[in-house]
């Protein structure tokens, strides 16, 4: 299959630019918190002389202007890809995702190559020679150094390494002075010192060559380039280092032998300005750009309102509620209301418990190759896959265990399992079921994971002839059960009955995991039930751990005209509890409905990395025409969010990694835009797979 047009998506570990000066300040102050807590780091800048040569790309539109590109074009009929070219010839600004030229800066600009496309005239890919040159005078000096930072894309598929070399005739012949390994570099940011100082007393030519011979390869972004010159074996001029030393809201707390420091004992939801110096033997530096954060509880949830617009009979709307684990031990959480507890004591129009072994009104769909079986965590849990028991202390469920079965491309599990049949009548029906699906690797897609795989929940209301998907975002952590609900009504109110399905598949004969359900009921709720909450109970992992977030999805179906009421969700966990309002019939999402927000804001998205969605909050101060749009690294809009007319409010979307022609993206770094009339901002997300 020919390879399509690749999103530039990488994680970047950014280290400072470079002053000559004696006393180097640290940069780039971070902070992650905790309960109490917030962890800082930093990096620590150097200098091995005078700058000479200085260039971070500040600017994305004169990115590619600032220094002299020469690609090689009598290897291919029709050349594309090298230096500030995109793979199918295009010519790209810059890269992007770096950390700013200035400690505190905004911009985040790159140098970028790129592998080729095909060549037209004889439709393969093209291979590619291409150089960014700049110069330097090291007449003077007797020492020199090349400094840079790199990153690359895709680099398992580079056909040969990159260079940086040196010439001092003009560029009639280089030197290599540094080889660029694409697989050692990988995805990750590599910060390089390269001494020159046997060129020195000469004007140089220097030049990042990427060099790919096949065409099919890698993205190489380089930034920070600076050229020293110096006094031989002088090296590193920053002074005698001491220690770092660490200041809160102004004020010395500690102090820091290597660049982590973590500042304890604080107070939950108060925000904790920092700053860091280096201490050396000759005095203290400046301190870093100010970076403030605050630390949280364990357990955290976001919104603490919910607004619904006001419903007309048959509507349904959905919102996003986030549970957040900020703790160091696994979180079991449960959410209860009346109308909740009401859908739970429904009539059941479809049951199976599968406690006497069977597959109750389930039916293994003939001729997929696999089917669910009944059986308990005994019996069925394998070498990587381990089935805990149902949260209910239940014993058998139904199953499929891909682990067990192993990788087969030729036989992939696909097996679904069908309802009965199911009456719809004159109230909403409801769908309710215990899961445990741990998908640690992601869902399937043009850049699956190695043991991905996917479940989803069908309804079909032609007796199977046909099936609409309802969800296949679902992922219970690994590894603890969860329990679902969905409300069928907005599918099922034209139809006399219906069923459901559930499908598993593990990408095409991936090793996968597998999964498992239990008590599954469709029921059917009273005239009046228009709430569901999914999942309504599971656990929220430690932080920084596998979901410790989780996106709980809140429906509200209007059972009449101009529905509007109000209802509290009770959020339990521990000796954690947590009441949020939800209201139908409102229009601001905040602690008080009635009051419009004073500023505009892009809040950052949750959660962050993300898989399969994230969900992003903006506030509107006024009356606006609002964009919110998706970015890849380098500047190219890949998804639309919002492109309207809103009134002043707070708004939660939310976007699951589509592009909009509705086609999977890559995981890595990507950014988000807000722009109105009177406000511009942007934010950076991740999406992992």
Not at 454 to 460: N, Q
Request: with cysteine; proline share 5%; charged share 20%.
């Amino acid at each position: 299959m020919m390879k399509m047009l690749k999103k530039l998506t990488f994680f970047i570990v950014i280290l400072p630019s470079l002053h000559s000066q004696e006393l180097c300040p640290p940069a780039y102050l971070e902070t992650e918190f905790f309960d109490q807590k917030v962890d800082l780091y930093w990096t620590q800048t150097s200098s091995y002389g005078d700058v000479i040569f200085d260039e971070c790309f500040s600017s994305c539109s004169t990115a590619s202007d600032q220094m002299t590109i020469i690609s090689d074009t009598t290897l291919c009929g029709e050349c594309s890809g090298g230096w500030f070219r995109y793979s199918d010839g295009t010519d790209a600004d810059c890269g992007s995702g770096m950390y700013p030229c200035d400690d505190g800066g905004e911009d985040d600009y790159s140098a970028y190559a790129s592998y080729s496309g095909t060549d037209s005239t004889t439709g393969l890919y093209a291979p590619v020679d291409s150089r960014m040159i700049g110069t330097a005078d090291l007449t003077e000096y007797t020492a020199g150094y090349i400094e840079f930072i790199e990153a690359y894309n895709y680099a398992a598929d580079a056909s040969h390494n990159n260079y940086l070399e040196v010439s001092i005739d003009g560029g009639e012949t280089w030197d290599s002075v540094y080889v660029s390994i694409p697989d050692s570099v990988g995805d990750y940011f590599w910060f390089n010192t390269v001494d020159i100082s046997e060129y020195a007393g000469n004007e140089i030519m220097f030049a990042f060559r990427y060099y790919c011979t096949l065409g099919y390869g890698e993205a190489w972004f380089v930034d920070e380039i600076k050229v020293y010159g110096g006094d031989a074996g002088a090296g590193n001029v920053c002074g005698e280092f001491l220690h770092y030393n660490v200041y809160m809201d102004g004020v010395m707390i500690g102090t820091a032998d290597s660049e982590y420091f973590s500042a304890e004992g604080l107070e939950n939801d108060v925000e904790y300005c920092f700053e860091v110096t280096t201490a050396y033997g000759e005095g203290e530096s400046e301190p870093t750009a100010e970076a403030c954060d605050a630390p949280m509880g364990p357990f955290q949830v976001n919104p603490n309102a919910m607004d619904f617009n006001l419903l007309a009979d048959g509507d349904y709307q959905e919102l996003i509620m986030n549970i957040e684990n900020f703790d160091t031990l696994d979180a079991d959480f449960a959410i209860s209301s009346i109308e909740l507890s009401n859908i739970d004591a429904a009539q059941n129009l479809v049951l199976s418990e599968f406690e006497d072994g069977t597959l109750g009104d389930f039916t293994n769909v003939p001729d997929l190759g696999e089917e669910w079986t009944v059986g308990d965590s005994a019996e069925n849990s394998s070498t990587y896959l381990p089935f805990p028991s149902p949260p209910d202390g239940s014993q058998n469920f139904a199953l499929y265990n891909d682990d067990a079965a192993g990788d087969d491309p030729f036989n992939p599990a696909t097996p679904m399992l069908v309802s009965n049949p199911a009456f719809s009548g004159t109230a909403p029906s409801f769908l309710v079921f215990d899961l445990y699906f741990p998908n640690p690797a992601g869902p399937c897609g043009p850049e699956q994971a190695s043991y991905a795989d996917d479940f989803k929940v069908k309804i079909s209301i032609d007796d199977g002839e046909s099936w609409i998907l309802i969800d296949s975002t679902m992922a219970t952590g690994v590894w603890y059960w969860a329990s679902y609900m969905y409300n069928l009504e907005p599918y099922v109110s034209e139809v006399s009955s219906f069923r459901v399905g559930f499908e598993y598949t593990d990408c095409g004969g991936e090793w996968g995991y597998g999964v498992a359900i239990d008590n599954m009921a469709i029921k059917m709720g009273d005239s009046f039930t228009w709430l569901t909450v999914s999942p309504y109970r599971g656990n929220v992992s430690a932080f920084d751990g596998y979901n410790d977030s989780i996106a709980v999805k809140v429906g509200a179906y209007g059972v009449y005209d101009e529905f509007s009421i109000e209802d509290e969700l009770i959020i339990e966990s521990g000796e954690n509890i947590v009441s949020i309002q939800v209201n139908v019939g409102a229009t601001v999402v905040g602690n008080d409905p009635a009051i419009t927000p004073k500023e505009f804001a892009l809040h950052q998205n949750y959660p962050n990395p993300f898989n399969p969605e994230t969900h992003i909050q903006f506030d509107l101060a006024e009356n606006s025409n609002v964009s919110v749009s998706i970015f890849n690294l380098v500047g190219q809009k890949v998804a639309t969010l919002v492109n309207d007319k809103m009134d002043a409010g707070v708004y939660h979307i939310k976007w699951n990694g589509v592009d909009d022609l509705g086609q999977p993206l890559p995981s890595g770094m990507y950014f988000y835009e807000m722009r109105t009339q009177a406000y511009q901002a942007v934010k950076k997300l991740v999406l992992v797979k």
